[in-house]
């Protein structure tokens, strides 16, 4: 994996930014369009929710773009984040082979 040091864009703040405010639209009018609540929608733009696999297919269709679109901003976002906050000297190793007993 590339190591970044500043952190990928949550997928909500290009949300908000690229298809809602650029387009004109309130978070109501696309919260109803989505099926989902003003309240779900306004955590995620607001980057306190994650994009899930279901909001992801209606974002696509939506916006017109794909759902991996979506998921991998999602999943760009979270893998930084656990790269910068799981502590790999902790873990333990498991070399091929190592624990394999003869029959």
């Known amino acids: 994996m590339i190591k970044r040091k500043l952190p990928p864009v949550?997928?909500?703040?290009?949300?908000?930014?690229?298809?809602?405010?650029?387009?004109?639209?309130?978070?109501?009018?696309?919260a109803l369009?989505?099926?989902?609540?003003?309240?779900?929608?306004?955590?995620?733009?607001?980057?306190?929710?994650?994009i899930t696999p279901?909001?992801?297919?209606?974002?696509?269709?939506?916006?017109?773009?794909?759902?991996?679109?979506w998921i991998n901003l999602q999943k760009n976002y979270e893998m930084w984040h656990a790269e910068k906050t799981v502590d790999r000297s902790r873990i333990r190793h498991f070399d091929k082979g190592r624990n394999l007993q003869s029959a």
Request: aromatic share 6%; glycine share 10%; proline share 2%.
């Open 33 to 50: 369009g989505l099926g989902i609540s003003s309240s779900s929608l306004s955590a995620i733009v607001n980057e306190q929710a994650r």
């Open 10 to 30: 949550h997928p909500g703040e290009i949300l908000k930014e690229e298809y809602i405010l650029e387009r004109g639209l309130t978070i109501t009018e696309v």
């Open 54 to 69: 279901e909001l992801a297919v209606k974002l696509s269709e939506a916006f017109g773009n794909t759902a991996q679109f």
